[in-house]
């Protein structure tokens, strides 16, 4: 086994497309420069307003593009699905997503861009649960809805070997959480993982956050007080990066060298790949945060539901001959 984790240079030697160059440079203005000092906390219901709000032409574009997506109540867990526009017949595999937005903000209806995508890319039908958001739902409500939803899943009969699960920023975070419950309960593990840019060290991200500014410091350290609650930031299923991280299913990461959370991505992936775990990462170079997010109008974005629809298949392929090996023997 090699002593560091496979990385694809996606964009290193690529000029940015003039869509993402727009998006960085408007950031600062969607975002503020500077924190403000005598704000306790954020305005939860306007920051949840103007995420749905950004979100609307994707959303809209998505259901234009595929209107096979429908509002579902699984097992009491409110979501979204999409499914690919060709596919025929029974679900017989999934893509659990979950979504990001600081644990506090964001929906399935936000994130439709990215799993109408991941469904048309993959060929999978995307499974994207509204958990509960802090700070009404403080930890562990999210990942107790994250556990809800993949066995539920497996209850309509989809095998564990026939799910992936994947997740932006806290989703991705939670992903990586929802694993290691997973593997701590003795269940079933998916058969892979795709975390984009994940936020699953709530320890010290805000204080390392690499080139972030103030307000993206404070913004961090509040979402994680929210999130957090009672509990400890330490607790690794609240920062899985800190927990033990041996026997998980292949993951595919990506990340940005201009992400507040690029060093701890990177830490992540190498204690992933020292404790057994195959791990790819896709390394992007001057991309927004959580790039995907930001489909269908950025190239790159595109590009990295791509990336990832390829993982997924290969995931579903491996654990296809992996069944059949069994089988004959």
């Known amino acids: 086994m090699s002593n560091h984790p496979a990385i694809e240079g996606l964009a290193d030697r690529m000029a940015a497309s003039w869509q993402a160059r727009l998006v960085l440079c408007a950031m600062p203005l969607l975002v503020g420069r500077r924190a403000p000092v005598r704000c306790a906390a954020p305005d939860v219901a306007q920051v949840r307003a103007r995420s749905h709000l950004l979100s609307l032409p994707g959303a809209w574009l998505a259901a234009l593009l595929n209107p096979r997506s429908r509002r579902a109540r699984d097992g009491g867990l409110d979501g979204l699905w999409t499914l690919p526009s060709t596919r025929p017949g029974p679900i017989a595999n999934a893509i659990l997503y979950l979504h990001g937005g600081g644990y506090y903000f964001g929906s399935s209806a936000t994130h439709r861009a990215v799993t109408t995508a991941l469904a048309a890319h993959s060929g999978a039908p995307v499974f994207a649960p509204d958990y509960r958001l802090a700070p009404e739902h403080p930890f562990p409500a999210a990942l107790e809805d994250a556990l809800h939803a993949y066995r539920t899943l497996i209850a309509r009969g989809i095998a564990a070997n026939s799910i992936v699960v994947a997740g932006d920023s806290a989703g991705g975070g939670l992903a990586l959480a929802l694993l290691v419950a997973l593997r701590d309960a003795g269940e079933a593990l998916p058969a ?138």
Request: charge should be neutral; aromatic fraction near 8%.
């Open 192 to 329: 892979g993982a795709v975390l984009f840019s994940p936020w699953a060290d709530l320890t010290t991200t805000w204080r390392a956050a690499r080139g972030a500014g103030p307000t993206t410091r404070l913004a961090m350290q509040r979402a994680a007080q929210m999130y957090i609650g009672d509990a400890s930031a330490w607790d690794p299923y609240v920062s899985p990066a800190r927990g033990e991280l041996h026997d998980l299913p292949p993951i595919h990461l990506q990340i940005s060298d201009s992400e507040a959370m690029y060093e701890d991505a990177l830490a992540l992936a190498a204690r992933l790949n020292r404790e057994g775990v195959t791990v790819q990462v896709a390394q992007w170079h001057a991309m927004p945060h959580a790039l995907p997010c930001f489909a269908p109008f950025l190239p790159e974005a595109n590009q990295a539901l791509r990336q990832a629809a390829m993982f997924v298949r290969r995931c579903y392929a491996t654990r296809k001959r992996e069944a059949a090996a069994a089988a004959i023997a």
